[in-house]
Nanobody, 124 residues
Framework: QVQVVESGGGLAQAGGSLRLSCAAS????????MGWFRQAPGKEREFVAG????????SYAESVRGRFTISRDGAKDTVYLQMSSLKPEDTAIYYC?????????????????WGQGTQVTVSS
């Protein structure tokens, strides 16, 4: 069973940057597609970014495209979300997830293993 643990959240000012990390263990990291989702208070959980198991393809929500970058490091079994030009509306709990299919998908139902989340707060 794969475990994923997020880190790197915190408080940032609008226009600033943060980098989230997600460390995976307990499975073969290279077999899993990885995704980042977020959930703001009173809102549904939404897809933010995803990356295939090979790292060759990525996908982003329209709201973050051009500002966020997802990447993965197979040597460290870690996926990253570099967030730049942050906006107050980016405030949310950010979740990392691993998908057994290995294919890129924006649906939370296709991800099998989830972390506990890390809080990101962006002040104006």
């Amino acid at each position: 069973q794969v475990q994923v643990v997020e880190s790197g959240g915190g408080l940032a000012q609008a226009g600033g940057s943060l980098r989230l990390s997600c460390a995976a263990s307990g499975g073969s990291f290279s077999n899993y597609a990885m995704g980042w989702f977020r959930q703001a208070p009173g809102k549904e959980r939404e897809f933010v970014a995803g990356i295939t198991r090979s790292g060759s393809s990525t996908s982003y929500a329209e709201s973050v495209r051009g500002r966020f970058t997802i990447s993965r490091d197979g040597a460290k079994d870690t996926v990253y979300l570099q967030m730049s030009s942050l906006k107050p509306e980016d405030t949310a709990i950010y979740y990392c997830a691993a998908g057994r299919t290995g294919f890129l998908t924006i649906s939370s139902y296709d991800y099998n293993y989830w972390g506990q989340g890390t809080q990101v707060t962006v002040s104006s």
